[in-house]
């Protein structure tokens, strides 16, 4: 029976390692990306300001609402300019007498919408870009102000924010001219026949320029949250795709502990059942001779000299002739190889470190509450001994 129990003992020792290969092959793989996320999670724990300062911060930046709206704020400005875009070309091109000769109007039905939209596209590109000069010079003068830094860092921005000026100036000028010329075009040619032609004209100059001028403003102030905050969500959203990634490795690597050690009872359990039908076929546990080293096993069990769920190497090498008959000392001799325990030790430590990990770095996510903020940790380096 010992022959038989070693024997088996040692197939079961180089199944749980093919096992173990298995399942721990792409373990050296994940645990070099997650130190390489390391280096990555440095870059979105910086945050260039528009003075090109890179300025530490601390995720998460938002909270759960922040971001919804943040992101509503990106969707809105969208349809803003959506909506300005079609009021703009509809509007253009109704003075398309004036922008479009009479030969391509009767050549190119339509055309008049195409030449509305160009124009449109341009003045609504003019707003974005002077409104994104503007807020950007006004975030450089706070951060100047509230840090007490040279006032030459402005210096950058002054020229754009010029420019911005001149750009809504030209947008003011160019719409209040072209809300006259439509006004002008859609009056009625004979106050006879309409007498409040007068005040009809006056009535769709306002509305025309109102809503334009309207439409504008909400541009403006849309463009200030994106301004403001567009760049640190960028940041932010990295960060949490960075996590996201992180997680689904924490995850195969917290899989392969888990199937490693249940792979080793299942087959500690296939083994010793065909040890123990070999028992019952031969009608024998214990070899005759090993009959007294068996007896004082249980006499030592009995009196509590031996507990089988403490051994040791020298408890268990003394009665190795007679593993057959416990459960305990039969998967000790599994559980005690080199290769095997050295990968579970491995996967334990590693899981050890992820858990660590995430306890310190990954945020809660609250809804309104402000999440605690959290300073990221390198996942220290360890030595994989998995082969």
Same mark, same amino acid.
């Given at each position: 029976?010992?022959?038989?129990?070693?024997?088996?003992?040692?197939?079961?020792?180089?199944?749980?390692?093919?096992?173990?290969?298995?399942?721990?092959?792409?373990?050296?793989?994940?645990?070099?990306?997650?130190?390489?996320?390391?280096?990555?999670?440095?870059?979105?724990?910086?945050?260039?300001?528009?003075?090109?300062?890179?300025?530490?911060?601390?995720?998460?930046?938002?909270?759960?609402?922040?971001?919804?709206?943040?992101?509503?704020?990106?969707?809105?400005?969208?349809?803003?300019?959506?909506?300005?875009?079609?009021?703009?070309?509809?509007?253009?091109?109704?003075?398309?007498?004036?922008?479009?000769?009479?030969?391509?109007?009767?050549?190119?039905?339509? @055309?008049? +919408?195409? $030449?509305? &939209?160009?124009? =449109? %596209?341009?003045?609504?590109? !003019?707003?974005?870009?002077?409104? *994104? /000069?503007?807020?950007?010079?006004?975030?450089?003068?706070?951060?100047?102000?509230?840090?007490?830094?040279?006032?030459?860092?402005?210096?950058?921005?002054?020229?754009?924010?010029?420019?911005?000026?001149?750009?809504?100036?030209?947008?003011?000028?160019?719409?209040?001219?072209?809300?006259?010329?439509?006004?002008?075009?859609?009056?009625?040619?004979?106050?006879?026949?309409?007498?409040?032609?007068?005040?009809?004209?006056?009535?769709?100059?306002?509305?025309?320029?109102? @809503?334009? +001028?309207? $439409?504008? &403003?909400?541009? =403006? %102030?849309?463009?200030?949250? !994106?301004?403001?905050?567009?760049? *640190? /969500?960028?940041?932010?959203?990295?960060?949490?795709?960075?996590?996201?990634?992180?997680?689904?490795?924490?995850?195969?690597?917290?899989?392969?502990?888990?199937?490693?050690?249940?792979?080793?009872?299942?087959?500690?359990?296939?083994?010793?059942?065909?040890?123990?039908?070999?028992?019952?076929?031969?009608?024998?546990?214990?070899?005759?001779?090993?009959?007294?080293?068996?007896?004082?096993?249980?006499?030592?069990?009995?009196?509590?000299?031996?507990?089988?769920?403490?051994?040791?190497?020298? $408890?268990?090498?003394?009665?190795?002739?007679?593993?057959?008959?416990?459960?305990?000392?039969?998967?000790?001799?599994?559980?005690?190889?080199?290769?095997?325990?050295?990968?579970?030790?491995?996967?334990?430590?590693?899981?050890?470190?992820?858990?660590?990990?995430?306890?310190?770095?990954?945020?809660?996510?609250?809804?309104?509450?402000?999440?605690?903020?959290?300073?990221?940790?390198?996942?220290?380096?360890?030595?994989?001994?998995?082969?």
């Amino acid at each position: 029976m010992r022959n038989f129990t070693e024997s088996y003992q040692e197939d079961c020792r180089e199944s749980v390692k093919e096992e173990f290969k298995g399942i721990t092959a792409k373990l050296p793989a994940i645990w070099t990306r997650l130190n390489l996320k390391d280096a990555k999670q440095k870059m979105h724990n910086n945050y260039v300001d528009v003075l090109g300062r890179s300025t530490p911060m601390k995720q998460p930046i938002f909270t759960a609402n922040e971001v919804a709206k943040f992101e509503s704020n990106r969707r809105v400005y969208f349809v803003v300019l959506l909506i300005m875009l079609a009021f703009e070309t509809f509007l253009y091109s109704m003075i398309k007498k004036i922008l479009i000769p009479k030969d391509m109007l009767d050549l190119y039905p339509g @055309i008049e +919408f195409a $030449v509305g &939209f160009f124009f =449109a %596209l341009i003045f609504v590109a !003019i707003l974005h870009f002077a409104f *994104k /000069f503007m807020w950007e010079y006004f975030e450089a003068k706070y951060i100047v102000t509230k840090h007490n830094l040279d006032k030459n860092e402005l210096k950058p921005f002054h020229r754009n924010f010029i420019i911005s000026l001149i750009m809504i100036s030209i947008f003011v000028v160019a719409n209040i001219a072209t809300g006259y010329l439509r006004a002008t075009f859609l009056e009625p040619h004979s106050s006879s026949t309409n007498p409040n032609a007068e005040e009809t004209h006056i009535a769709f100059l306002l509305f025309s320029i109102l @809503i334009t +001028f309207g $439409v504008a &403003f909400v541009m =403006a %102030l849309l463009e200030k949250e !994106i301004a403001e905050k567009g760049e *640190k /969500f960028k940041v932010f959203k990295n960060w949490k795709r960075q996590q996201k990634e992180r997680k689904k490795y924490n995850s195969q690597v917290k899989d392969m502990l888990k199937k490693c050690l249940e792979r080793k009872d299942i087959l500690i359990e296939e083994y010793w059942g065909v040890l123990k039908d070999l028992q019952r076929v031969f009608e024998i546990e214990v070899d005759a001779d090993r009959q007294e080293l068996y007896d004082e096993l249980n006499k030592k069990i009995k009196s509590n000299e031996v507990d089988l769920y403490k051994l040791d190497e020298k $408890v268990y090498q003394h009665y190795l002739p007679v593993a057959a008959t416990r459960h305990e000392l039969f998967e000790y001799g599994v559980d005690n190889d080199k290769g095997i325990s050295d990968t579970i030790s491995d996967l334990k430590a590693k899981v050890a470190i992820i858990e660590e990990f995430e306890k310190k770095n990954v945020a809660p996510d609250k809804g309104d509450d402000k999440a605690a903020p959290i300073i990221v940790e390198e996942i220290p380096a360890t030595e994989n001994i998995t082969n």
